[in-house]
């Protein structure tokens, strides 16, 4: 195995927004208000609890029930964090391909490991991933490089010869800044704040159909 493909993983290889708005609506109910629409909620569910909170109660980190919500927030989804959530459509096979064509690939995600690692083991991905990362695993968390270096430190790459695939800007500035390329997937929680070009990924996959030919043109383009 020549390289090694990092995946973040809510809004990249899961769909895992169902499931975190549905959280967030029961932090909603507990305060006697209705919940709001999935297609509200589903932008920030690559933002964490913080995304969710202030989108779901307008609640940020000063607020002073900011921590109480968060923990409640925490348990609700972690009970009930495996019912709607599923790999998108493509990533199997897009999976198959990478071991097939004898590329390693990994995880790297700022969800903490005690909710991340069962949910990679739930949707079928844990024996052929190399490494798994999680936003606890090292001091810091995206952007900071040091989760993607972690990652290829563990598996035993250089930086020069890993590319990782992301969803949020963050993941872009982590990525860059970990000198390995990367790759933006527009179908995840992208929002529409501003232009993916801005971001100054090497690709832009619209649907994971188009991470495969943008991994082969990164990987003959760095031999």
Same mark, same amino acid.
């Given at each position: 195995m020549?390289k !090694?493909? !990092? #995946?973040? #993983?809510? &809004?990249?290889?899961a769909d895992t927004?169902?499931?975190?708005?549905?959280?967030?609506n029961?932090?909603?109910?507990?305060k006697g208000?209705p919940?709001l629409?999935?297609?509200?909620?589903?932008?920030y569910?690559s933002h &964490?609890v913080r995304?969710?909170?202030?989108?779901g109660?307008?609640?940020d980190?000063t607020?002073?029930e #900011?921590?109480?919500?968060?923990?409640q #927030?925490?348990?609700?989804?972690e009970q009930?964090m *495996?019912t709607?959530?599923v790999l998108f459509p493509?990533i199997?096979p897009l999976?198959a391909?990478l071991?097939?064509? &004898?590329?390693a690939w990994g @995880?790297? *995600?700022?969800?903490m490991?005690?909710l991340? $690692?069962p949910?990679?083991v739930h949707? &079928?991905?844990?024996t052929?991933c190399v490494?798994t990362? =999680?936003?606890d695993?090292?001091?810091?968390?995206?952007?900071h490089?040091?989760?993607?270096?972690?990652a290829?430190?563990v598996?035993g790459?250089?930086?020069?010869?890993? @590319?990782?695939?992301?969803?949020?800007?963050?993941d @872009? $500035?982590a990525?860059?800044?970990? =000198?390995?390329?990367t $790759?933006v997937a527009?179908?995840g929680?992208?929002?529409d704040?501003?232009?993916?070009t801005?971001?100054q990924a090497?690709?832009i996959a619209?649907?994971?159909?188009?991470i495969w030919?943008a $991994?082969?043109?990164?990987?003959?383009?760095?031999?």
């Amino acid at each position: 195995m020549q390289k !090694l493909v !990092l #995946f973040d #993983f809510d &809004g990249t290889l899961a769909d895992t927004a169902p499931d975190l708005a549905a959280a967030a609506n029961r932090q909603r109910a507990r305060k006697g208000l209705p919940p709001l629409p999935y297609a509200d909620l589903r932008p920030y569910a690559s933002h &964490g609890v913080r995304g969710l909170l202030k989108a779901g109660l307008d609640m940020d980190t000063t607020h002073p029930e #900011f921590e109480t919500c968060r923990e409640q #927030f925490l348990e609700d989804y972690e009970q009930n964090m *495996t019912t709607l959530s599923v790999l998108f459509p493509g990533i199997k096979p897009l999976l198959a391909k990478l071991k097939e064509s &004898g590329y390693a690939w990994g @995880i790297v *995600t700022n969800k903490m490991e005690y909710l991340a $690692i069962p949910l990679v083991v739930h949707l &079928g991905l844990y024996t052929d991933c190399v490494v798994t990362v =999680g936003g606890d695993t090292t001091n810091h968390s995206k952007p900071h490089p040091a989760p993607l270096l972690h990652a290829a430190q563990v598996a035993g790459f250089a930086p020069s010869d890993c @590319i990782y695939v992301g969803d949020d800007e963050r993941d @872009i $500035i982590a990525g860059k800044a970990a =000198g390995m390329a990367t $790759i933006v997937a527009a179908y995840g929680y992208c929002g529409d704040e501003a232009p993916l070009t801005d971001w100054q990924a090497d690709a832009i996959a619209a649907t994971p159909e188009d991470i495969w030919p943008a $991994i082969q043109h990164w990987a003959a383009a760095s031999n």
